[in-house]
C-alpha cells in the first residue's frame, strides 16, 4: 500500500520554519497539488523518500544528475578533497584544472570565471555585456528562465510560469523596463525590437534549447538569425547553457546547433551535483572582468575544491566516455517512440519535444514552439498525470512548464516501466 505518511507529517513541520516548506518554489507540488516527497537517498536512477518508497527519477536534480546519483567516482573524490578543508578562499591549482577542462570541451571560450549557481552566471553574464558595451537594454525570450536576478524576472518560465507570477514585487520598473521580450522563435519580432532601440541594446540571452516551458526546440534558422543580428549590431550573443551545457553534447548546445554565443553561461551537470555555475567566452569581453577590468563580480565560494572537484570529475567522465551521449539520446529516443505509441493510442491531443537527454510532453493539439503554446496546452491533464504517474513509482517534474532530464543510470526496464505506466495513467485519468 503507497503510503507517503512521513514525507507529509516532514512537510508539516517544514512549514513552521522554512517558508512554503522549501527553499526552492517548484518542489513545494503547489501548482499540482499535494504533498512534495522528502528524500531520503538516491542511487543511480532511483530516488527513495521518506517512506521508503523507490521511484525513477527524471528530475535528476532539475539536471545536474547526468550520470546518476551517487556516482561512485563522484562520491569517492569528494570524500578524498574533503579531509584537506572545504573552502580556502584562495586559489587553488584544481581551478586551473577545471578552467582548461571547461575549455577543452566547450567552443568560444578564451576564459572562464566560476561562480555557485546559474542564476549567478547569468546575472554576471549581462553586467558583462552592458559593461563591454555601454548599453542598458537587453532581450531575453518570453518563457525562458535564466535565473532569479532582477533583470531576468519578466516573462520568465519555470516556477513563475508554474505559479502564474506576471509581476514581482520587489523589482523595481527601473531595472524592468530594460528587459526587452520576444516569443522564442519569432525572429521577425526580435528585428522590429533590435530597429526601434537601434544602438541600445547590451545582449541577446536565450536558452539555446529551453527546458523552462517544458522542452521547446529552436526552429531551423532562428538561432542561426539571431547571431546575424548580433553580429550586425554588435550585440553580445549570450547562450543560457545552465541546461544545455554539458547535457546535449560535451560541447554543449554551442556545439551541438553549430552556432557561436559570444558569452556562455554553465550550471548544473558543471558541478556534478555540488552548488556551481560558470561564465565564460571571448578574450575580449571577459578581459573586462575584475581584476583585470571594471566590471566588479566575486564570490567567496567560487571555486570552492569540493564543488570544483565533483564538476571536474563530472565533467572528466563525461569528455573521456564520449559514447554516453549517444546512450543518453538512444535512451531519450526510447522514451519518447513508447510514449508515442501508448499517448496514441490513449486518443489525447499531445505533443512530445525531444532533444538530445531533454524531453517533455505537453497535452496540445498544436506544435509546442514558444511560451504562449506551452501554456495553452491542458496542464490540469499535465497535473493529473503527474500524480498518477508519481504513485506508480515515476518521479517527473512537477510542472508542464520544466523539461524532464535523463540520467544515464536509467536502464531499457525503467524506460519500459515508465512507459507502461504512462499507459496505465493515461487509462486512470482520461
Ligand atoms: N538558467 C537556466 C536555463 C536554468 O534552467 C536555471 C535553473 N533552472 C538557471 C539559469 C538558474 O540556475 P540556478 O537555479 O542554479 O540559480
Redesign the pocket.
Known sequence: MYSIDNSQQLFNRAQQSIPGGVNSPVRAFKSVGGTPLFIEKAKGAYLYDADGNQYIDFIAS?GPMILGHAYEPVVKAIQEKAVYSTSYGAPTALEIEMAELIKSMVPNVDLVRMVS???EA?MSALRLARGYTGRNKFIKFEGC???HADAFLVKAG?GLATFNIQTVPGITAGVSNDTLTCAYNDLAAVEQLVAANKGEIAAIII?PVA??MGCILPQPGFIEGLRKICDAESIVFIF?E??TGFRLAAGGAQHHLNVNADLVTY??VIGGGMPV?AFGGKREIMEKIAPLGNVYQAGTLSGNPIAMIAGYTTLSELKNNPSIYTELEQKTVYLRDGLHKVLQASGTPYVINQRGSMISIHFSDHPVTDFATAASANNELFKKYFHAMLKRGIYLPPSAFESWFLNNALTKEDLDKTITATAESLQEIL
Open positions: 532539475w549557481s546559474g542564476t547569468c528562465y535564466h535565473g519555470s536558452e527546458g523552462n543560457d545552465v541546461m550550471g548544473k555555475g
